[in-house]
C-alpha cells in the first residue's frame, strides 16, 4: 500500500513539472512611479523586476518594454507591480479641447487653420469640431500625424 502511494504522489508531482502552467522566472517591466489613468507613458516611467510566472500570465501583463513605450495607461499602475495588457490603450491622436491644425485641400490647394476638437479622436476617426472664430462645427477626419482634415460636401 506505502509502495502505490509513493507511486501516486511520484505520478501527480511529474503532472505537476510537466504542466503548461509551471512557473519560470522572467523579467517583466513595472511602474518606478505611480501611473495615473490617462498618462501617457514612456520606458522612462518603467524599470525592470523578476517574477515568478505561469504562461497564463505571460499572455495577460507585458512582457516587454516596447509593449509600454508610447501607450497610455486606462486605469492606476501601482510601482513594482507588474502591467496588465488590459490597462494599456493606444492614445487619441487629438485631444478634446486642445487647439489642433485643420487641412482643408480643394482644387489642389491646402488652407491650413485651426480647429478646437469637440471629442478625443484616433487616427482615422471622423470627429465635431469647432472653428473657434466662426463658432461652426464641422466634422474632420482625425490624421495620422495629429491634425485634423475637412473636405467640401
Known sequence: MKLLTHSALAVVAMLIVASPLQ?????????????????EMSESDFYVKDFEVNDVAKANYATEMNQLARMMSNKVLIPGKPVPLNALAIPPAV?????????????GIDIQGTLMPMTDGSTGELIPARNQSSGVTVNALV???????VSEK
Open 23 to 39: 512557473a519560470e522566472v522572467i523579467s517583466m517591466p513595472v511602474p518606478a512611479h505611480v501611473v495615473q489613468a490617462g498618462q
Open 95 to 107: 485631444r478634446k479641447g486642445k487647439s489642433t491644425v485643420v487641412h482643408f485641400v480643394t482644387d
Open 143 to 149: 490624421l495620422a500625424d495629429g491634425s485634423l482634415s
